[in-house]
T-cell receptor
Framework: DAKTTQPNSMESNEEEPVHLPCNHS???????IHWYRQLPSQGPEYVIH???SNVNNRMASLAIAEDRKSSTLILHRATLRDAAVYYC??????????FGKGTRLSVIA | GAVVSQHPSRVICKSGTSVKIECRSL??????MFWYRQFPKQSLMLMAT?????????EQGVEKDKFLINHASLTLSTLTVTSAHPEDSSFYIC?????????????FGSGTQLSVL
């Protein structure tokens, strides 16, 4: 998997938007950008993924830079239940996901 | 949506006993499932890749005789921690990808917290 770089931690106020950055300067042309999150004491859950165009789903939005060397996961209104570790991963085909340290998001009421 | 069911969610056992963890894909088939281990405050570490109908592939440093993996059907993989010791205490997580998809999302079980006394 191509290497990704994320901040160790971020903090947000409840009901505010959160922008979680990820740098992946060595991304190849066919690498998808995946985001997962892990809530405390649970297995990871899929959040969103994309290739080139920005993507939206019920959980979040994914903004992908034009050169694809970075992306941003956007939570439009953070809630306390969004407190988790967020992982940005560039999987290679059908190989298993390789998890880095991710970004620990804290949400303040 | 697709769900991966993992049982048990928590197990406490005595040192020297064996523990079996089950991972089922509930509404899709998976020829391959992945087993991860996670220690407190650390990220997930891949232990092995479970292949339906064939031997599992283990990551470097993971003892295949200690962590027995069986993937007997397209919807079930099991991980057995044999002769468990306190250092095996960890959070074990399985995951699977829908058969026939490529570069698509992985689905994860809810994890099993193993505590060996």
């Amino acid at each position: 998997d191509a290497k990704t770089t994320q901040p160790n931690s971020m903090e947000s106020n409840e009901e505010e938007p959160v922008h979680l950055p990820c740098n992946h300067s060595t991304i190849s042309g066919t690498d998808y950008i995946h985001w997962y999150r892990q809530l405390p004491s649970q297995g990871p859950e899929y959040v969103i993924h994309g290739l080139t165009s920005n993507v939206n789903n019920r959980m979040a939005s994914l903004a992908i830079a034009e050169d694809r060397k970075s992306s941003t996961l956007i939570l439009h209104r953070a809630t306390l239940r969004d407190a988790a570790v967020y992982y940005c991963i560039l999987p290679s085909g059908n190989t298993p996901l390789v998890f880095g340290k991710g970004t620990r998001l804290s949400v303040i009421a | 949506g697709a769900v991966v069911s993992q049982h048990p969610s928590r197990v406490i056992c005595k040192s020297g006993t064996s523990v079996k963890i089950e991972c089922r894909s509930l509404d899709f088939q998976a020829t391959t499932m992945f087993w991860y281990r996670q220690f407190p405050k650390q990220s997930l570490m891949l232990m092995a890749t479970s292949n339906e109908g064939s031997k599992a592939t283990y990551e470097q440093g993971v003892e295949k005789d200690k962590f027995l993996i069986n993937h007997a059907s397209l919807t079930l993989s099991t991980l057995t921690v044999t002769s468990a010791h306190p250092e095996d205490s960890s959070f074990y997580i399985c995951s699977a990808r829908d058969l026939g998809t490529y570069n698509e999302k992985l689905f994860f079980g809810s994890g099993t917290q193993l505590s060996v006394l």
